[in-house]
């Protein structure tokens, strides 16, 4: 499994902020730069954190939630930001950055957490250096409805699990159905169906063993617990009457939703959700062969951890320290989770619990609740070794593939030395350009922008919410590298807009509206243009308005019909969780969506300018 990790220097500080000039009080606040797993974290939680602290500057990356990105951009030498977020984790995955991150193990945030949670991010040398935040709670959701109308017992242990089952089965009913096409269901399930295996003192050695794994040793399956996980996943895919039809399935929450399906695997958050849409639902536990042997499957939103250079500057210090203590605060954790039904892994902190777990309060307090191993390879494995025991691949010994099969077949693609092949060159860049925040715009914002304009062959194009996740390096690219370019989920469109029409669409844009929404919240969301340059006044708690658009350095001519590019992703402006700023219908009615996800744009532009093209001064900002 050796899998060459490089040392990591974290991200890059502001790349998609944009902007000319700050208010002048800006340049003496504290700067704190913090990677989002997510842009899910800019629902509520940034604006509440830039609230808590209006005495300091706060910048947000959009990234890719893998170490693999983080990889590349260390190779390429970016630079490390103040705080780091990343939801897929194990602290095998991480331990290569212990020597650029700080030890927070001395710190009074420490001491709020209950131990067995925390002991899992501890290292060999008792350094801790990622934190967890709330955690999802992962077990089965049931249909109360579905097991009164038909007299069927809830279950409180695997033998009633089955029986249950059963009899839903049994009466053309299905019992229960996994979403076997996600690599986290595959991952929860195969875990989830053998806790008490995993939690066992065998099984807490071994976990403990490959979590601590260094780069010069490889540590595989264990010859006693996970034989038998597998051997009891092969007989949980019969008691749950696993049919082939669910093989292609991705997800079968909508046979739930709609009543056919009695349990599925989801969390307390999907169960919340369920019953404010009219269902009658409860979580169940991971059931043991006993009800004091039930288990909760957890997992944090997002881990923590801060950059070690922090440590050089005791100004910077106390002010990220100060953040740490707002974000793990009860209503940091709220404001993180964004309505998410959670639990806290810190003792100081009490998430008021409803409906969805009266089933499981027993694990609950029992502190019955398994983090989930949740490494990088993890995860991948899981996937590839469960859809073979799913759709019946021959095994080894030309038989079909079962838990005899599985263990060895996992353990020697966890073993393997990755070779690596060389991913295919399909851009070599010239020159560089930086996603900093400069004087009018961001350079490599401005790269990317050009480069879809005229690879569309238009006259102005706009691009705005997060836009970047890194800035564009010299040297070559593969596919990999140009995905993690754009943030994801950015969409393209063409319109052919009146210079009246573009001046709308940039008041939509920047304006604060009459019922107080704010599409950019920050500089780092303003819009980014090409082939059109604007200018914005800055009225401080992140509101701003347009003052002009020119083309050329002359006034856009209102009654011309430009055509126009736009790369974006309506959702963060438009979304009433976000910035709640509802496009204008006239100006929506006229775009015509371009086909594929955004890298696919970006590699037809490319097709046609070979290069990330030089950027332009695009924005003012005056106070």
């Not at 131990?115 to 501890?122: D, H, M, P």
């Not at 001046?503 to 599409?519: A, F, H, Q, T």
Request: glycine letters at 6%.
């Amino acid at each position: 499994m050796k899998k060459r990790l490089m040392a990591l220097v974290l991200a890059f500080a502001s790349l998609f902020a944009l902007g000319g000039c700050a208010n002048e009080s800006d340049d003496k606040k504290t700067e704190i730069t913090m990677y989002l797993w997510d842009k899910s974290m800019s629902k509520t939680f940034t604006p509440w954190l830039e609230s808590q602290f209006p005495e300091y500057k706060f910048t947000f990356v959009v990234g890719y939630n893998t170490m693999a990105y983080y990889t590349d951009l260390t190779e390429r030498g970016a630079d490390m930001p103040d705080i780091i977020t990343c939801r897929r984790f194990s602290l095998n995955d991480a331990a290569h950055m212990s020597d650029q991150l700080m030890d927070l193990s001395q710190t009074e945030i420490v001491g709020t957490f209950y131990s067995s949670y925390i002991e899992n991010n501890k290292e060999t040398d008792g350094g801790i250096r990622w934190l967890p935040m709330c955690a999802e709670v992962d077990g089965y959701i049931a249909n109360l409805d579905l097991f009164e109308n038909n007299d069927i017992e809830i279950p409180t242990n695997y033998t009633e699990f089955k029986d249950a089952l059963d009899s839903f089965e049994a009466k053309g009913i299905r019992g229960f159905a996994g979403d076997w096409g996600n690599d986290y269901s595959c991952l929860e399930l195969l875990q989830g169906s053998a806790i008490p295996l995993l939690m066992s003192r065998e099984g807490k050695n071994w976990r403990m063993e490959y979590e601590s794994e260094t780069d010069d040793a490889s540590v595989g399956l264990d010859a006693v617990v996970w034989p038998q996980v597998f051997e009891r996943f092969a007989n949980y895919l019969k008691d749950i009457h696993y049919k082939k039809e669910d093989y292609s399935n991705s997800s079968q929450s909508y046979a739930f939703l709609s009543g056919k399906l009695a349990i599925m695997r989801g969390t307390a958050t999907d169960c919340f959700a369920a019953n404010q849409n009219g269902m009658n639902c409860v979580m169940l536990p991971y059931f043991g062969e006993t009800e004091s042997d039930n288990w909760v499957l957890t997992y944090p939103i997002c881990q923590l951890a801060v950059a070690k250079h922090i440590d050089e500057d005791a100004a910077k210090r106390k002010a990220v320290i100060r953040v740490l203590n707002a974000i793990f605060s009860e209503e940091g954790q709220s404001k993180l989770s964004a309505g998410s039904s959670v639990l806290s892994y810190n003792q100081t902190i009490n998430f008021e619990l409803g409906k969805p777990f009266e089933k499981i309060m027993d694990c609950i307090e029992s502190n019955h609740l398994y983090m989930r191993l949740a490494s990088t390879e993890f995860f991948s494995i899981s996937k590839n070794v469960v859809r073979k025991m799913l759709n019946g691949t021959v095994g080894y010994k030309g038989s079909t593939y079962g838990a005899a099969d599985a263990y060895p077949d996992f353990n020697a693609q966890l073993t393997a030395v990755n070779a690596g092949a060389q991913a295919e060159v399909i851009l070599t860049q010239e020159n560089s350009y930086s996603a900093k925040f400069g004087e009018y715009g961001i350079p490599a914002a401005s790269s990317v922008m050009n480069t879809m304009r005229q690879g569309n062959e238009c006259d102005i194009a706009i691009g705005y919410s997060p836009l970047l996740s890194a800035p564009i390096f010299a040297g070559d690219y593969t596919l990999q590298q140009l995905t993690w370019l754009l943030t994801p989920k950015t969409g393209g469109y063409t319109a052919e807009y009146t210079g009246a029409e573009i001046i709308s669409y940039m008041e939509w844009l920047i304006n604060v509206k009459d019922d107080g929404s704010n599409p950019v919240r920050n500089y780092y969301v303003l819009p980014v243009t090409s082939g059109m340059a604007y200018s914005v006044k800055d009225n401080g708690s992140g509101k701003y308005t347009l003052l002009s658009v020119t083309v050329n350095g002359e006034p856009i001519e209102e009654e011309r019909v430009y055509k126009v590019m736009i790369l974006s992703d309506d959702i963060y402006i438009t979304d009433a969780v976000y910035c709640n700023c509802p496009m204008p219908q006239e100006l929506t009615a006229k775009r015509t969506a371009l086909s594929g996800q955004s890298i696919n744009i970006l590699l037809g532009c490319l097709s046609v300018t070979a290069q990330l093209l030089e950027p332009e001064q695009y924005v003012t900002i005056t106070k």
